[in-house]
């Protein structure tokens, strides 16, 4: 149930409904631990911009502190400057949330000080804001002839942003990501949204939705590994065999059961969808043991 963003400009989303596999720390493999040892720590000193640019004193200064503050490391075989676009990604993002679909941010590193194992940079960043936009139209529609199970209206309340409002990319990127989560929940696991944008003379980014809704899923059966005895946890469970498969119900069990859970269980970490796709079920597989299964 991943969604695509068209030509939107946004980047680093996580799909939070597609079921990856993570392993515990307990389970990462020891040999990783030599490579760990050879990176080199990037720490920004300061973060300086340069020429005019549309960001207020405030929020200039909150984007200095998450830049700063967030851990970079490099690997031998990575250049000086690998790091760069992802430390001025958080300047581009706070334009492209006031309107400005077509801002240009570059960096430039200036090393201050390199040590045995870290080097301190000064950022410099230059910004060409470019035209601010607002929303135009909004039609949501069917990626193929067939017609949409849920209406266009139901779908359009997912996006908060109102036409003639500032194009704020990070309410459409909520808004396509709410409308995978309520066919998620009405058993359309594999629903693929895919927003396309179109920018007219006035200034206004028309925006059209294509929703490709695949088969609807129930439940096959339900097999819990990892936790003695089961019945703890099968008491617990939102659903049952037969069931309309409800994404929304399972993340709200891992939520609620955190205490009688393992410490750091997830939906993404410990539930695994088994699809038999001519049958039209899926199989949950709630998998609670220290490494999990792939």
């Given at each position: 149930?991943?969604?695509?963003f068209?030509?939107l400009p946004?980047?680093?989303?996580?799909?939070s409904?597609c079921l990856g596999?993570?392993?515990?720390a307990s389970?990462?493999?020891?040999?990783?631990?030599?490579?760990?040892?050879?990176?080199t720590?990037?720490?920004?000193?300061?973060?300086e911009?340069?020429?005019?640019?549309?960001?207020s004193?405030t929020?200039?200064?909150?984007?200095v502190?998450?830049?700063q503050?967030?851990?970079?490391?490099?690997?031998?075989?990575?250049?000086?400057?690998s790091?760069?676009?992802?430390?001025?990604?958080?300047?581009?993002?706070?334009?492209?949330?006031?309107g400005y679909?077509?801002v240009?941010?570059?960096?430039t590193?200036?090393?201050?000080r390199?040590?045995?194992?870290?080097?301190l940079y000064?950022?410099?960043?230059?910004i060409?804001?470019?035209?601010q936009y607002?929303l135009?139209?909004?039609?949501?529609?069917?990626?193929?002839?067939t017609p949409?199970?849920?209406?266009?209206a139901?779908l359009?309340q997912?996006?908060?942003?109102?036409e003639g409002e500032?194009?704020d990319?990070?309410?459409?990127?909520?808004?396509?990501?709410?409308?995978?989560?309520?066919?998620?929940?009405?058993?359309?696991?594999?629903?693929?949204?895919?927003p396309?944008?179109m920018?007219?003379d006035?200034?206004?980014?028309?925006?059209?939705?294509r929703?490709s809704?695949?088969k609807r899923?129930?439940?096959?059966?339900?097999e819990?590994?990892?936790v003695n005895?089961?019945?703890?946890?099968?008491?617990?469970?939102p659903q049952?065999?037969g069931?309309i498969?409800d994404?929304?119900l399972w993340?709200?069990?891992?939520?609620?059961?955190?205490?009688?859970?393992?410490?750091?269980?997830?939906?993404?970490k410990?539930?695994?969808?088994?699809?038999n796709?001519s049958?039209g079920?899926?199989?949950?597989?709630?998998?609670?043991r220290?490494?999990?299964q792939?």
């Amino acid at each position: 149930m991943c969604f695509r963003f068209g030509i939107l400009p946004l980047l680093g989303i996580l799909c939070s409904t597609c079921l990856g596999r993570a392993q515990s720390a307990s389970c990462v493999d020891s040999s990783l631990s030599s490579q760990d040892s050879e990176k080199t720590r990037i720490n920004i000193t300061g973060v300086e911009f340069q020429g005019e640019n549309p960001l207020s004193d405030t929020l200039r200064t909150q984007l200095v502190q998450q830049i700063q503050q967030q851990e970079r490391w490099v690997t031998p075989e990575e250049s000086d400057s690998s790091w760069v676009s992802d430390a001025v990604y958080p300047i581009r993002e706070a334009l492209l949330n006031q309107g400005y679909f077509k801002v240009s941010v570059e960096g430039t590193p200036y090393l201050v000080r390199a040590l045995a194992s870290e080097k301190l940079y000064i950022l410099t960043v230059a910004i060409e804001s470019g035209p601010q936009y607002r929303l135009g139209k909004v039609r949501i529609a069917s990626a193929s002839d067939t017609p949409l199970v849920l209406s266009e209206a139901i779908l359009r309340q997912q996006i908060s942003l109102q036409e003639g409002e500032l194009f704020d990319t990070s309410k459409i990127r909520d808004g396509i990501e709410a409308i995978s989560r309520l066919y998620g929940s009405k058993g359309y696991i594999d629903t693929t949204v895919e927003p396309d944008t179109m920018i007219d003379d006035s200034l206004q980014i028309n925006l059209l939705v294509r929703v490709s809704e695949e088969k609807r899923y129930s439940i096959g059966r339900i097999e819990v590994l990892g936790v003695n005895p089961k019945r703890q946890i099968a008491a617990r469970l939102p659903q049952q065999a037969g069931d309309i498969l409800d994404f929304a119900l399972w993340r709200n069990f891992f939520e609620t059961n955190k205490s009688g859970l393992l410490a750091d269980a997830s939906i993404q970490k410990n539930l695994q969808v088994r699809r038999n796709v001519s049958t039209g079920t899926a199989d949950i597989i709630l998998d609670f043991r220290p490494c999990p299964q792939v």
